[in-house]
């Protein structure tokens, strides 16, 4: 075996298996997220003399079906999950800005191709990308970075503060069947 690994196939054990494509040549998944209307975009970042450009919204990468109508920019100490919640009227793009985070979603929705499946992805800046969380599919956020990390929330309906659309799985409940834990 040379220091770079096996150079001969009969050193790899019988029960070995080729790993799936996950990516082609120009680094973009392969295969779409496996709950139905979801969405994940990388964004290429610009390097330039004084530093980095990133650009955070384009209607046009949401086939113009999303008009951004509210923004919110939300922290989240390291080791901390948000609370799982969902909507029923809106959508959100989820955007990070500042350290490691893991997105969860579970599709709760009955009438979905999709109902039952769960996803996880990973983002920071350093490959930054937006994640499009349809109506009805829970979701939570975990920061698994020793600091403080960020990210931007952009609905496509304006927060209604006497009626939230922010559905919450009671804190310390089980969670769904088939949720996946944003932390592992």
């Known amino acids: 075996m040379s220091e770079s690994g096996p150079t001969d196939l009969a ?6 298996v080729r790993a799936k494509q996950t990516l082609n040549a120009e680094w973009d998944p392969v295969a779409p997220p496996p709950i139905e209307g979801l969405a994940v975009r990388d964004v290429k970042n610009v390097v330039y003399g004084n530093g980095v450009l990133t650009e955070i919204f384009r209607p046009e ?18 080791g901390r999950t948000s609370q799982w919640h969902c909507h029923r009227k809106q959508k959100d793009i989820v955007f990070p800005v500042r350290g490691f985070l893991r997105i969860s979603l579970y599709d709760g929705r009955a009438s979905s191709p999709t109902f039952g499946k769960s996803f996880k992805a990973t983002f920071n800046l350093h490959r930054p990308r937006y994640v499009l969380v349809p109506v009805g599919v829970w979701h939570a956020i975990h920061n698994f970075g020793q600091e ?13 503060y006497e009626h939230p659309d922010d559905w919450l799985l009671p804190a310390g409940s089980s969670p769904l069947p088939g949720m996946c834990d944003p932390e592992s």
């Open 148 to 160: 403080e990390a960020a990210y931007i929330v952009l609905n496509d309906l304006p927060f209604d």
């Open 61 to 78: 990468w949401f086939r113009d079906e999303f008009d951004v109508r509210h923004v919110v920019y939300v922290s989240i100490l390291p």
């Open 11 to 16: 050193s790899v054990p019988s029960n070995g």
